[in-house]
């Protein structure tokens, strides 16, 4: 019989492991015996913790760049909401036929080749960057904005109609033709590398939680896996952190890395987005290297999973009984009223999370006025380190204090519940909208209709759809410097500015508008939600696969990514990019035509974002309660291995010991 050994870890007698290649750290024939202490699931834990913090970080450091990157290559939300569900479209492809082969193959090489293509995707989402590096040193050298998202100072925003009389506008803004088809192609391009670059990722993502679960689970107690797996997720959801964090920092440096006179809050300003991808993607391929050396399995799997995987190994000879079985497993997941209504439950939970978190920089910078550096800092360092908390204390909890499934399935009923009203805080907490002064008449931006004023017609005959706010030396915002009436452009410092009533009568590129104080309540209650929500990871994980049979564990651990995937993290962003662009008030424009939002309806994006947020989160929470209510009615709802829960010990020995008195006999 296996001894428990150091770390809650099964210790089979040393015979068993001395001439199995199996269980020898290494690669081909080089196994040096000095390597064999590393076949813990502690070392295990503690390497792939790495390689889970670099591909969660490259994973979530393109949200922080969304806003950048639309500004640069003149992408709408949808547009980046599809491209953020490239990774979901790999993801599907493959994950249901990884699920099903887990414990066929070489586990930790294949998590090894996983994160190695992390690598290579996030190298490949740096390209566009250094396809348009002429056109940025161009536009830069002449004091221009790039010709990809066409700067409305261009073509008589600055009372100089006169000078641009009788030219072709399209070709005064984007140059010849010739420049324009190359600026579309550049776009397109664009669109299709961080495309593939993210779908790249969906490949390598596939496998990982499948296969760690399954690695975990197989070679210790299964008590013990929530806490091996509580550890590895609370350290890759630190990823996202140190994704965030270092957007913040590469989003105060200029985009071709040059000097600039332009300042944070100017309209034209794009940071070097494309320096978190080389970073995060060169790391992510040296991560993977070490996990190539780890075992087969470890020298503490279970003998009985040794005798499935050999039982599993004869029958697929035969591919017609393998296709059988497959079809088998999957009746009898899809027939599981538990399982099914918590998958559910947790696509529904990640919809909301997968939107919300696409496009959070962006609300943040909107709604509270604060630049794209800050709103990732922000996101880093308070935001994503309480879902981190939240994970590692929801897996300590599980751990610790032996949590049956059916308390597990209490408890992630109740958190799911109480985070919706910690998050619905959101509603309430609102910033005033940004006045704007078009010529001498000041208004909010509510609508598309402006109404131009008698100082902006006689001297410039401003164009109402160029948005380039500015900040006039009166401290008021003015749609452009051409409707604060200025008349020069000085080294980024406007002057002679008629519609400015003051004696400097100047103006700065961006809004004047302070920092709105309520993001900090905003940020702590996001804090609290984020803590909140995660502790339910590893109690759901114990409720899906204690609902199933051990035989269906590897696909329903595989199923149950797959859905979430297909419902949750794959429509979020796409709904959520939809859903922000209909508050959109003002659309740049480009030289192939509509470009990213300018301006957005404060009010009208807080509503609708938090709604959809809400909403989700409710019908989570009553699918939760479904599963509770036909749990309580079922004798015996979970498959629970008895020495993991000692009630189910306890009963069992009496039970036992009732039958062996007849007999004259006890235990």
């Avoid at 428990?4 to 199995?20: C, H, L, V």
């Avoid at 958190?415 to 078009?438: D, L, M, R, V, Y």
């Avoid at 149950?560 to 297909?566: H, N």
């Amino acid at each position: 019989m296996d001894k428990k050994g150091r770390n809650g870890e099964y210790s089979p007698p040393a015979e068993q492991n001395t001439d199995d290649p199996d269980t020898e750290c290494g690669m081909g024939s080089c196994k040096p015996n000095k390597l064999k202490c590393c076949a813990t699931m502690g070392c295990f834990t503690a390497v792939y913790g790495l390689s889970g913090l670099v591909t969660s970080s490259l994973q979530i450091y393109i949200n922080s760049q969304i806003t950048t990157i639309e500004r640069q290559f003149g992408f709408s939300s949808s547009v980046s909401g599809l491209i953020l569900s490239s990774n979901d479209i790999g993801y599907l492809l493959t994950t249901l036929f990884m699920s099903y082969i887990a414990r066929k193959t070489h586990i930790p090489r294949v998590l090894a080749l996983s994160t190695m293509f992390f690598g290579f995707s996030g190298l490949i989402c740096s390209i566009p960057h250094f396809m348009d590096m002429d056109s940025f040193r161009l536009s830069h050298r002449e004091g221009n904005i790039t010709t990809m998202i066409a700067s409305p100072l261009q073509g008589g925003s600055l009372c100089l109609n006169d000078t641009f009389s009788g030219m072709n506008d399209t070709l005064l803004h984007c140059g010849t033709t010739e420049n324009i088809n190359k600026n579309a192609t550049i776009r397109t391009v664009a669109i299709l590398l961080l495309s593939v670059g993210m779908c790249l990722q969906g490949f390598g993502k596939s496998p990982r939680y499948p296969f760690l679960a399954t690695y975990v689970d197989d070679n210790v107690e299964q008590t013990q896996t929530p806490l091996y797996l509580g550890i590895i997720s609370s350290v890759g959801i630190f990823g996202p952190a140190l994704g965030f964090t270092l957007g913040g920092v590469f989003s105060k440096m200029y985009v071709t890395l040059e000097e600039t006179n332009m300042s944070l809050r100017d309209p034209r300003w794009i940071g070097a987005w494309w320096l978190g991808f080389l970073f995060f993607g060169s790391i992510g391929v040296i991560a993977g290297i070490p996990l190539l050396c780890f075992p087969r399995k470890m020298r503490s799997r279970p003998k009985h999973l040794d005798n499935l995987k050999t039982k599993k190994a004869v029958k697929s000879n035969n591919k017609c009984e393998e296709l059988k079985g497959l079809l088998k497993s999957t009746f009898r997941l899809l027939s599981s009223p538990i399982y099914m209504c918590c998958s559910l439950s947790t696509c529904v939970v990640l919809f909301s999370i997968s939107g919300m978190l696409a496009f959070l920089p962006k609300y943040l910078e909107s709604h509270f006025h604060i630049p794209t550096w800050k709103a990732n800092i922000l996101l880093g360092t308070v935001n994503v380190f309480g879902a981190a908390s939240g994970a590692l204390a929801g897996g300590l909890l599980t751990s610790k204090l032996k949590l049956t499934p059916m308390t597990c399935l209490k408890l992630v009923t109740g958190i799911t519940f109480f985070s919706s009203f910690i998050i619905a805080t959101g509603f309430f907490i609102t910033c005033p909208k940004p006045e704007i002064n078009q010529g001498l008449s000041r208004t909010y931006i509510t609508t598309k209709e402006y109404n131009t004023t008698q100082c902006d017609i006689d001297l410039c005959g401003c164009d109402n759809e160029r948005y380039f706010p500015v900040c006039g030396s009166d401290n008021q915002n003015y749609f452009s410097p051409c409707h604060a009436g200025c008349t020069t452009n000085d080294n980024m410092l406007f002057t002679n500015c008629s519609c400015i009533e003051d004696e400097k009568s100047t103006a700065q590129p961006g809004l004047c508008v302070g920092e709105c104080p309520l993001i900090w309540p905003y940020v702590a209650f996001n804090f609290v939600g984020a803590f909140v929500s995660t502790m339910i990871i590893l109690p759901n994980f114990v409720i899906s696969v204690r609902s199933i049979k051990e035989s269906d564990k590897p696909l329903g651990i595989g199923m149950s990514a797959f859905l979430a995937t297909l419902l949750g993290w794959f429509p979020g962003p796409v709904v959520y990019g939809k859903i922000i662009d209909t508050t959109c008030l003002i659309w740049s424009d480009t030289c192939t035509g509509k470009g990213a939002c300018s301006m957005y309806d404060i009010d009208d994006l807080r509503v609708k974002y938090h709604t959809l947020f809400i909403g989700a989160r409710s019908v989570a929470t009553l699918f939760y309660v479904v599963a509770l209510i036909i749990a309580l009615k079922k004798k015996q709802p979970f498959f629970v291995d008895r020495k993991d829960d000692p009630a189910e010990m306890e009963t069992m020995i009496v039970k036992k010991n009732d039958i062996l008195k007849t007999k004259g006999t006890k235990v």
